[in-house]
């Protein structure tokens, strides 16, 4: 699992981030990471991204993400 994965599940832990967020609530609660990587890793990792990649967050109807993992286990 990426270490940006890592640190937005930390950041939900400890509440800086939000059930649902966006990618400018991850950039205030998880700062350091390039830039590009706030906008299009939660797209690159959602449920059904069309590069198969390795899903871990689902996109809700309103452009909102959430973790998956965490989310199945509350």
Not at 32 to 46: I, N
Not at 48 to 59: A, L, S
Request: with cysteine; aromatic share 12%; net charge positive.
């Amino acid at each position: 699992m990426s270490r940006f994965v890592e640190d937005i599940r930390q950041a939900r832990v400890q509440g800086r981030l939000p059930d649902r967020f966006r990618s400018a609530n991850i950039r205030r609660a998880c700062p350091g990471w390039a830039e590009h990587t706030y906008g299009v890793f939660l797209p690159k990792h959602r449920i059904g991204n069309p590069g198969g990649y390795t899903p871990y967050f689902e996109q809700h109807d309103d452009g909102s993400y959430s973790l998956i993992e965490l989310k199945r286990h509350k």
